[in-house]
């Protein structure tokens, strides 16, 4: 069974610095894909960012990118300048064919950018 | 156009009540999905449907049905509700052979019980 793993239940950060949120999964299959997801204080559930397996290439989308280490199964986000709109609960999630499109989700961190 | 809509967002019923949320998208999409978000931001899968088949059931409790009229809509039922059952139920939707884009979710409904 495919696992996320969030280790870090909350983290803060100063206005305008960086953080890296941390994320490793678990799973025997080789083309997979990994998403970080954002819940504001709204509830709505964001799509940040998305990383297909087979790309080495580590995915990037204005202020935020991720670190994919596909050997060590690990999945972590950067989020640079941070805003004070970025906080919310981040979750890290985890879907492939072989899981009937199931998306499975890290239990979340999170996330407090300070003024 | 909202892409994935829930109704109500909020609500607050007794228990033993039998009660349903509604799910509509607009997306085109192939399946939906319903989660279940505890009090500890946990998100679980609990159920899918695929061109009205049910094709994940996780170990929920058969007082939870969810109702697929069309492609578009997937309803939840919940029968004789219980202290429990009170948490954030979300919605989602995805393409069948588009799911490696994510999934898109409604806005969640916070079901309490009391």
């Known amino acids: 069974a495919q696992t996320v793993t969030q280790s870090q239940p909350e983290m803060s950060v100063q206005e305008a610095e960086t953080v890296t949120l941390s994320c490793t999964y678990d799973?025997?299959?080789?083309?997979?894909?990994l998403f970080w997801y954002k819940q504001p204080p709204s509830r709505q559930m964001i799509l940040v960012i998305r990383?297909?397996?087979?790309?080495?290439q580590n995915a990037t989308e204005n202020r935020f990118s991720v670190n994919f280490q596909k050997a060590a199964k690990s999945f972590s986000l950067k989020i640079s300048d941070s805003q004070l709109g970025d906080t919310a609960m981040y979750f890290c999630a985890f879907t492939n064919r072989n899981n009937n499109n199931d998306m499975r989700f890290g239990a979340g961190t999170r996330l407090t950018v300070k003024p | 156009d909202t892409a994935v809509s829930q109704t109500p967002k909020y609500l607050v019923t007794q228990m033993g009540n039998d009660k349903s949320i509604k799910c509509e998208q607009n997306l085109g999409h192939d399946t939906m999905y319903w989660y279940k978000q505890d009090s500890k931001k946990f998100l679980k899968i609990m159920f899918s449907?695929?061109?009205?088949?049910?094709?994940i059931n996780e170990t929920v409790p058969n007082r939870f049905s969810p109702k697929s009229p069309d492609k578009a809509h997937l309803n939840l039922h919940i029968n004789s509700l219980e202290l429990g059952d009170s948490a954030v139920y979300f919605c989602a939707s995805s393409q069948e052979f588009g799911f490696n884009y994510g999934y898109t979710f409604g806005s969640g409904t916070r079901l309490t019980v009391v």
């Open positions: 990383q297909e397996a087979y790309k080495q």
């Open positions: 449907y695929n061109n009205k088949e049910l094709i």
């Open positions: 799973t025997s299959e080789s083309n997979y894909y």
